[in-house]
């Protein structure tokens, strides 16, 4: 396998396991680029992203510029990038959830272009949140596609694309099963560049997985119940599915569908707790009961139901909003 010059541009915790992978693998990383510092945590203090630091652990240059395009709001800061990127002299650019848009002349500067890691067996579920809309659906699998970037919307010709089962995931346990594969897969996309072959998406199959905004999280009782615990495992860790409850919101992290206790769900209206045990708390949903097995009042921690319970009394005949 040649070494190559690798320009890596990520940001969150799915793209560090994909940085710290090619560096294993004994490529030069000769430049590292990630999203600006954030406010975060409850100081709101500013807080680099996993690949930044990363970067930073390992002594590798950092750009953090707010836009590439050269005639956008930031031009000053894409001239910038421009003229650190052409100095790194990549042979390859690797993008794993960037979050910017690259434009041509990013695309065109390494001498292989550019790969993308994307979470999802493309065409389906492009955009922001891959995974959070496979669990969502009710997708059986998901994957990773590594993929030849273009001008689109994650429409470039795909050059790897492997596939896993999604059983009963959360999101946050399949992130970092998915992480680990495209880690492995860019490692075998690089050592392969210039022999892979390049297969165009097809046109049918096309979904978007949009951003997941916090408001989706409210939890809709009269859904069916195998919807509603999908949601709550696809918005694990976030935004975390919730529901009020006497004045409080109360997030719920794990949730089943009770096929014993449906029979009682046609009783109640739904978002009515049918029952509560140290096991659980079984709540009607349209067609079957949902129960409820870790929980999480404002401010406090995820507990299971019966540390719950130890702060909370929760009555059959309560009923969530």
Known sequence: MSRLRVVFAGTPEFARVALEAIAAAGHDIVLVMSQPDRPAGRGMKLQASPVKQCAVANDWPVAQPRSLRLDGKYP????????????????????????????????????????????????????????HRAIEAGDAQTGITIMQMDAGLDTGDMLLRESLDIGDDSTARLHDRLADMGGRMIVEALARIGTLTRTPQPAEGVTYASKVEKQEALIDWAQPGDAIVRRVRAFDPFPGANSPLDGETIKLWSAHVDRAATALAALDVPGTILAVSDTGVTVAAADAAVTVTELQRPGGKRLAVADFLRGFDLKPGQAFG
Do not use: F, K
């Open 76 to 131: 000053d800061e894409a001239c910038a990038a421009r003229d650190t990127l052409l100095a790194a002299r990549p042979d390859v650019m690797v993008v794993a959830a960037y979050g910017l848009i690259l434009p041509q002349w990013v695309l065109d500067l390494p001498v292989h272009g550019c790969l993308n890691i994307h979470a999802s067996l493309l065409p389906r579920w492009r955009g922001a949140a891959p995974i």
